[in-house]
């Protein structure tokens, strides 16, 4: 291992893996939160609070009597689900990180916490905020929408390393809906299906209509168009000679401006039966991002190349502070396969992303 920045990093990442900070473990989830606390504990001037939302947590670090940081510091400790036999561990190889969460954003997130610390240690008072969420990749709604909408947190510009990469910046994200589509009838047996108007069937003929219909919007490289994808499809039946009685799709719906989500669920809408029953579960308007010039010249002058402004077919927390008009820098680390246990991250480009912060931080911030 190299100097001691890049060993610091490497480790505090590696340790966050070892947390299997899921939905099906809160308990890992308030570890999560634990070791972090201890992690900041040291730093003077700062005050650290948690609070909770529907019982998710979120830890909240403000430098004292500053109720509004000039730059707020982002990061979410969850990792998305996987399946139960998943291992929790981490694993060196040709300058990666490769575990469970280490692009997304473990890597990132242990960036965050020693630049934290670095700042506050080299500019005392500095006007610095680090928010630590814990259910980004359920919607967001219990950790930054709570805490922007109802406890009323604010700052002046919001540093989310959860997309992008190192010189790819992000400027745009797609809009978002999740949704349930339904379809009810009278069970029957198989033998006789034309005393049936079986509703798997029902479903699966429109939803593939739906499908044609979002095909033709496909232009362009960039993929920047709205896309339709079903996720789920199920029904309670067990029986391979009985036609259900229920039937459930749930579908993962992207869409570009100048969509919104009523516009598009009412298109949707409009393509099912009378009968169906249509259900949101997540929705997010798509959104643009308004980064500062200052860090574009720091991703510059750190990394020798140019600065790339991108759109990206997902979406993040980000969106509920450019809702109320909050600047925020999106870029990362190199990453990959992320959401699936051979996630990784670059190791140079975590060191990198790390000096880009310190620069930038420091002009921002060192009065
Ligand atoms: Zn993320």
């Known amino acids: 291992m190299k100097d001691k920045l890049t060993q610091r990093l490497v480790e505090l990442t590696r340790d966050l893996i070892l947390i299997p900070t899921t939905d099906a473990h809160p308990g890992d989830i308030e570890r999560g939160l634990e070791f972090i606390q201890n992690h900041l504990d040291e730093i003077e001037g700062i005050t650290i609070k948690t609070y909770r939302s529907n019982g998710v947590p979120s830890l909240l670090v403000l430098p004292e009597n500053q109720a509004k940081p000039d730059v707020l510091l982002c990061a979410h400790l969850d990792v998305v689900s996987l399946p139960d036999d998943a291992k929790f561990r981490s694993t060196l190889k040709d300058g990666r990180i490769y575990g469970p969460g280490a692009g997304d954003m473990k890597g990132p997130l242990a960036i965050l916490l020693e630049i934290f610390r670095d700042i506050h240690s080299r500019i005392p008072g500095a006007s610095l905020g680090l928010l630590i969420t814990t259910d980004e990749e359920r919607g967001g709604q219990d950790g930054v929408e709570y805490l922007f909408r109802d406890v009323g947190l604010r700052c002046g510009l919001a540093i989310i390393p959860d997309s992008g990469s190192l010189n790819d910046i992000t400027i745009e994200e797609k809009g978002t809906l999740h949704i349930a589509i339904r379809c009810h009838g009278p069970a029957g047996h198989a033998c006789r299906p034309w005393l049936v108007d079986n509703p798997l069937e029902r479903l699966t003929d429109r939803l ?17 168009y709205p896309t339709f994808t079903i996720t789920i499809i199920r029904t309670p039946n067990d029986a391979s000679n009985r036609i259900p009685a229920h039937a459930e799709a749930i579908c993962d719906v992207r869409f570009t401006p100048p969509f919104t989500r009523e516009r598009m669920t009412g298109i949707i809408k409009e393509k099912l039966d009378k009968d169906m029953e249509l259900e949101i579960l997540v929705s997010a308007e798509p959104t643009s991002y308004s980064p500062d010039p200052l860090f574009l010249e720091q991703t510059k002058e750190i990394t020798g190349k140019p600065v790339r402004l991108c759109r990206e077919h997902g979406g993040s927390d980000a969106r509920y502070l450019s809702f109320l008009g909050i600047p925020v820098v999106m870029s990362r680390p190199e990453v990959g396969d992320t959401h699936s246990e051979k996630e990784w991250i670059d190791i140079d480009s975590m060191v990198a992303l790390y000096r880009i912060y310190a620069g930038y931080l420091e002009k921002k911030l060192g009065g």
């Open 208 to 224: 593939r209509e739906i499908k044609v219909f979002f095909e033709e919007w496909k232009q362009g490289d960039e993929n920047w």
